[in-house]
Nanobody, 123 residues
């Protein structure tokens, strides 16, 4: 049974930082591509950042220079370090996994998802 469990969300003031974690089980983490999505109320879910099994990273333009995705294969965990947070970053953040870098294939979504963690940035 595949499980992705996010943690680290919360309430932070604009300009602050948070670090999200996603602990996984039931998959061979080291060979899976991982990613973080977010979804704000009334908006579509969007890809924030992703990382291949080899460690290559990809970021949405709206987080470049502020967010950093990383992975620890020994801990089967992927992280999202979020700095210089803005109120528009407020959303539920979801961890996702797949056996390939799905973001390079148009209209492709990963098969495995976490339950989400809420991030709220106050102005």
């Amino acid at each position: 049974q595949v499980q992705l469990v996010e943690s680290g969300g919360g309430l932070v003031q604009a300009g602050g930082s948070l670090r999200l974690s996603c602990a996984t089980s039931g998959i061979i983490f080291s060979i899976n591509a991982m990613g973080w999505y977010r979804q704000a109320p009334g908006k579509q879910r969007e890809l924030v950042a992703s990382i291949t099994s080899g460690g290559s990273t990809n970021y949405a333009d709206f987080v470049k220079g502020r967010f950093t995705i990383s992975r620890d294969n020994a801990k089967n965990t992927v992280y999202l370090q979020m700095n210089s947070l803005k109120p528009e970053d407020t959303a539920t953040y979801y961890c996702a996994a797949a056996g390939f870098a799905w973001w390079v294939v148009a209209s492709t979504r990963p098969p495995y998802w976490g339950q989400g963690t809420q991030v709220t940035v106050s102005s």
